[in-house]
């Protein structure tokens, strides 16, 4: 199991933009990112629309972080991204167990629980922890 490229992409573009000063072009992201240009420009919409990113148009035009990053968690970027994230699609609030019609099956509870761990330690990591945390 593991997230989408689009994903990666989303905490690169994210991780660049937090390591910069000031704005920076989406051809310079992408590049620093190692991402296709209009992939980043896919992903970077994404962002500006759930208020993680924030553009500017013009010749002084560009992108920026647009919250502390101490707001901004790994969780928040990855289910901007992938939607609500789950170890199993009957953890989803829509959908019905075929299995144990009207009732979740002992499956259920097993994947609600880690779906439930994993969103905590993912919300547990904000992006100024990441960003300040020496490369190795």
């Given amino acids: 199991m593991h997230i989408t490229l689009e994903a990666d992409y989303a905490l690169r573009i994210v991780d660049t933009l937090a390591r910069q000063e000031g704005r920076m072009e989406a ?9 296709t240009l209009r992939f980043s420009l ?47 699609r009957c953890v989803l609030a829509n959908h019905q167990c075929n299995r144990i019609p009207d009732k979740k099956c002992p499956y259920h509870y097993m994947f609600e629980h ?13 992006m100024a922890s990441v960003v300040r945390t020496p490369k190795k």
């Fill in 42 to 88: 896919k992903i970077l919409r994404k962002l500006v629309a759930a208020g993680i990113v924030r553009s500017y148009k013009g010749s002084q035009g560009g992108y920026e972080i647009a919250k502390p990053l101490e707001e901004i968690t790994v969780y928040e970027i990855l289910e901007t991204i992938e939607g609500p994230l789950t170890l199993n």
């Fill in 114 to 126: 880690a779906t439930d761990r994993l969103k905590a330690e993912l919300s547990a990591v904000t």
């Fill in 27 to 35: 051809k310079a992201i992408a590049e620093k990112a190692c991402v």
